[in-house]
């Protein structure tokens, strides 16, 4: 074991991967290498989400796994960063005596400085914002947020996997307080990065080989920055990443429906680059469960907005987020939250059980009343219904042809080459653990394709990273293999190609379906992989090869 050497994993939702990729590369710059197993470590990080109890029980019980690990190897550093360090601070230290660093989610810029810290006074460092007291509040806020900044600035993604579809933050921390969320509390307040950082991440991203970018936000739709005495608004922030040469593709997430701009949606409508697929979570059917949660909208002006993104962008495909038993949910709210998925037709919906969070409105002033085996009854039938929606949708592409980006090797043949995972011996940089991060109840019943790719539904977003780490590009010359790409819509597809294609837009002819995923052939590479071409020279060219056939490269 080296003092040299980390291993990183990483819990929660895409703003996680993010951060746990730049914390990487900042160990990496710190002369720092990934270790694919614990026990080889020097440092091991735990990047933790808290969203959902069931997410902190999990990081607790690796924590538990490595007491006495600690024991016998006193030297490991083991740090807890991220939003469950912010949430608990002290705390963890109580339930994980061993645990030798806590770090929030604003001050991961300092992590190597801390984990230098601790090896040189050899006691316990935190770097949380609830530590910074005696700065006053709008001073505090200025400095996490230049610290998550020059976080985000040092970006230099030197891993292949992390650069073909990357995402990058717009928006940090949330305002909105919704009662039941700790998002707030976790990330702090709601801040937008500047037009022109954002816009230079995704040339210096396109450069090193992207096609496809994310752009993040707790709701990204809020997204505003005052730039020379002029708000620039989400919108003309997509217009001005989708002129970036060489990105292909712009997705984004997650957008708050009570702040939508219309203009959204004529971007979305007249920039084909930006992909017709929207995720804005409604969370309840029913306007007695919104009010309580403080959503701020109505279930009929939610209905209105999904006609209205249906009137400018007619193929667009919607996914959102429910979230049964909230406290007081009858039966006939959660009738109304089923009605709901059935008329908006979701491609994807994630579903959770609510999680009651301490020091969330909701928590303090309401009961959470609904027992477990009611919200558990509530998420199967709302899953249910989910994947009978999810199935027609998908049985429809059946004939058709759709474009596809090549993101590696499907799960099956993942596992047939032997890039299998294991808990806590794999590094967290390819999510792996991430995508178990809900509950097998806490998921979606419609995103998913690759069955055998993910146990986990939700990595239909959220484990897009993991495929592209895990796809391991030398082949045979003439070789084919079941690879998996995804549509424009983020529908996941399945066909045999050369492995060489990971990185090309390809045109696949859809020939079955199931519930959650599309089978079909390769009948056209609509630009050469990158393997192929040089980056500068991407797009545009048209190259029509036979199905199954090679890649000649030029
Ligand atoms: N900012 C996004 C939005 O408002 O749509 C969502 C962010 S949150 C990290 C992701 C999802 O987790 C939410 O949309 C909600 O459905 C779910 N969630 C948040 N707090 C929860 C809680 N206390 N219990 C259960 N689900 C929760
Ligand atoms: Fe949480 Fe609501 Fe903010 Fe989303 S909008 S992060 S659910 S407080």
Redesign the pocket.
Known sequence: MGNHTYFLETFG?QMNILDSQLVEGQLRAHGMNPVADYRDAGVILFNTCS??EHAEHKVISRLGRLRSFKRDNPDTIIGVIGCMAEREKEGVFAKAPHVDLLCGPGELNALPALIDEVRRRNERVTALAGSLSRRTEVLQRALEYDSLEALNLSRTPDLEGEVLQSYIRVQRG?DKF?T??V?PFTRGAERSRPATHIVDEAVMLAERGCREITLLG??VNSYVHQQGGRAVPFARLLERVSDVAGIDRIRFV?S?PADWDEDIFRVMRDHPRVMPYLHI?A?SGSDRMLRGMKRGYTVASYLELMDTARKYVPDIALAG?M?VGFCGESEADFRATVELARRVEYQNLFV????P?PGTKADRNMTDDIPESVKQTRCNELLAVQAEIGAALRQRYVGRTVEVLVEGYSKLTRKARGHGKSELRTRGKSSHAMGRSRSATEQSASGNADRSAFANPQASEQERSSVAANVVPQSAPGETAQLLGRTRHDVIVLFDAPPAYRGALVTVQVESATPHTLFGRVIEVGSPPLAVKPRHDRGGVSLPVAPNAAVVSD
């Not at 959770?352 to 999680?355: L, M, N, Q, V």
Request: glycine letters at 0%; aromatic letters at 20%; one cysteine or more.
């Open positions: 939702c969203v959902r949330c919704c039941y969320c998002v707790q709701t997650t708050y979570p969370q987020d979230i959770f059980k609510y999680s969070r």
